[in-house]
């Protein structure tokens, strides 16, 4: 039996990459999974290829997370469904990269209001459910970008950075509810969005790497998962590093 059997996560960019990768590790330990993308199309493919792989309920939800009574729906209709929410995975997350000084102010408020002000949205509509059950797991998908910067990325550090700080906030509020709220910041992860990294930046990325290696989705699963379980009950607040040992 999985340490989340019968539990239910909502997984937000669950769609492709590492939140489909999350979608699968949390339905392959027995969870049932809603899953959050604002392309339908992905979040029907991921939610269907798991309820046949895994033989667990799943239920694919069009979202933008940046929007409160988008997500306010999506949160109606996973309650319509399955009884509680006992896990919540703040993955979604875009870039719009380029230099700060070229930066248009629409690119820096875009990715704000997706990476940060989503995870707000997302954690304060869940997290009013997770109160009143008196139990709750938040994963918050952060990045390694949040703590140490990257050239071309103002507006994703940024907003990596606020989640942080609103993970160790709500850790804070949280804490006497019996919810754990954690972040998880991941280095360089073969996915879409790392796909158009020139030979040359990965190189020089491979560099700096310990392990040698870009991250595969399922590392950053696998601590999801731990984070997402009774396995993980004495911990809250923090902000947990996966990167190869680039950061250290
Ligand atoms: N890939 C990496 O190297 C890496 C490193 C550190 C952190 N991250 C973070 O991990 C998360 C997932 O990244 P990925 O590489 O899998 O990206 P991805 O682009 O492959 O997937 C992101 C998913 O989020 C969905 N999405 C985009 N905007 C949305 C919105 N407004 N509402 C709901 N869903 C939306 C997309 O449709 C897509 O399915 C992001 O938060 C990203 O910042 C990625």
Same mark, same amino acid.
């Given at each position: 039996?999985?340490?989340?059997?019968?539990?239910?996560?909502?997984?937000?960019?669950?769609?492709?990459?590492?939140?489909?990768?999350?979608?699968?590790?949390?339905?392959?330990?027995?969870?049932?999974?809603?899953?959050?993308?604002?392309?339908?199309?992905?979040?029907?493919?991921?939610?269907?290829?798991?309820?046949?792989?895994?033989?667990?309920?799943?239920?694919?939800?069009?979202?933008?997370?940046?929007?409160?009574?988008?997500?306010?729906?999506? %949160?109606?209709?996973?309650?319509? =469904?399955?009884?509680?929410? /006992?896990?919540?995975?703040?993955? @979604? +997350? !875009?870039?719009?990269? #380029?230099?700060?000084?070229?930066?248009?102010?629409?690119?820096?408020?875009?990715?704000?209001?997706?990476?940060?002000?989503?995870?707000?949205?997302?954690?304060?509509?869940?997290?009013?459910?997770?109160?009143?059950?008196?139990?709750?797991?938040?994963?918050?998908?952060?990045? %390694?970008?949040?703590?140490?910067? =990257?050239?071309?990325?103002? /507006?994703?550090?940024?907003?990596? @950075? +606020? !989640?942080?700080?609103? #993970?160790?906030?709500?850790?804070?509020?949280?804490?006497?509810?019996?919810?754990?709220?954690?972040?998880?910041?991941?280095?360089?992860?073969?996915?879409?969005?790392?796909?158009?990294?020139?030979?040359?930046?990965?190189?020089?990325?491979?560099?700096?790497?310990?392990?040698?290696?870009?991250?595969?989705?399922? =590392?950053?699963?696998?601590?999801?998962?731990?984070?997402?379980?009774?396995?993980?009950?004495?911990? #809250?607040?923090?902000?947990?590093?996966?990167?190869?040992?680039?950061?250290?």
């Amino acid at each position: 039996m999985g340490q989340i059997e019968d539990q239910v996560a909502i997984v937000t960019g669950g769609g492709r990459g590492i939140g489909k990768a999350i979608c699968e590790k949390l339905a392959q330990d027995g969870a049932n999974i809603v899953v959050g993308d604002i392309s339908k199309d992905l979040a029907e493919e991921t939610a269907e290829e798991i309820k046949e792989k895994y033989n667990r309920k799943t239920l694919a939800l069009e979202v933008n997370v940046g929007n409160l009574n988008s997500v306010e729906e999506m %949160v109606n209709n996973s309650l319509d =469904n399955f009884e509680n929410i /006992n896990i919540l995975i703040n993955n @979604a +997350g !875009i870039t719009r990269d #380029t230099l700060l000084i070229r930066m248009r102010e629409e690119d820096w408020h875009k990715v704000i209001e997706v990476n940060l002000t989503g995870v707000f949205n997302c954690t304060k509509v869940v997290g009013k459910r997770m109160i009143k059950q008196r139990f709750g797991k938040i994963v918050n998908i952060s990045s %390694v970008i949040g703590i140490m910067g =990257n050239t071309g990325q103002v /507006n994703y550090a940024a907003s990596k @950075a +606020g !989640i942080i700080g609103l #993970t160790k906030s709500a850790a804070k509020e949280f804490a006497s509810r019996n919810i754990n709220v954690n972040a998880i910041a991941p280095g360089f992860i073969e996915t879409e969005m790392t796909k158009s990294l020139s030979f040359e930046i990965r190189e020089e990325l491979l560099k700096r790497i310990p392990l040698k290696r870009l991250g595969e989705p399922s =590392n950053v699963a696998d601590l999801v998962l731990f984070l997402s379980s009774s396995a993980s009950d004495y911990i #809250t607040g923090q902000v947990i590093v996966i990167d190869g040992g680039m950061l250290m």
